[in-house]
């Protein structure tokens, strides 16, 4: 049973995740735990590290399109938008994120099958996001410098909330 969604200021958010092997019960569970979540915070992707697991897994799930993804990797890129985004390791921060509209990735799906497929918008810019999680990358890290400044007190705000939990 996972447990909550980690904020920023917890390592793991910062760490370069572990590939997995293959995808068995165990990582379909942690799948579903993780959808679960993600509804529940109301968002549209979640990465394993912002649950606090150490794989290369995440979800997306924009509309009726539902992604178990397992070691995903951005082929190609095609075309930029940019566009505000938020993340749940991050609530209440918006930064504006340069991305590409049009991705191919490839992936391990829940039945442990290496798929590859194109993705596009939102679908595109989540899967990219997660991605940039799985790495130990987040979209504050795109903000400028006059930005990071201006949300360094809420961000401080939000580790001394975690840390209180």
Not at 29 to 34: C, L, N, R, Y
Not at 95 to 109: F, G, M, S, T
Not at 132 to 143: E, R, V
């Amino acid at each position: 049973m996972l447990g909550r969604i980690y904020i920023i200021g917890e390592p793991i958010l910062r760490k370069k995740t572990t590939l997995v092997d293959k995808v068995t019960q165990a990582e379909r569970q942690i799948f579903d735990e993780m959808l679960k979540m993600m509804h529940n915070a109301q968002g549209i992707g979640l990465a394993a590290n912002q649950v606090g697991i150490d794989k290369q897994m995440c979800v997306v799930c924009v509309g009726d399109q539902v992604l178990k993804l397992a070691n995903p990797r951005i082929l190609k890129k095609k075309g930029t938008k940019i566009f505000l985004e938020g993340c749940l390791s991050l609530p209440g921060i918006m930064v504006k994120v340069k991305r590409a509209k049009e991705i191919v990735c490839q992936a391990l799906n829940e039945n442990s099958e290496l798929i590859t497929f194109e993705a596009v918008e939102l679908v595109a810019r989540a899967i990219q996001h997660e991605v940039d999680h799985l790495m130990g990358k987040m979209i504050i890290d795109y903000a400028p410098v006059w930005k990071k400044s201006a949300l360094k007190e809420k961000i401080k705000a939000l580790k001394n909330k975690q840390d209180k939990m």
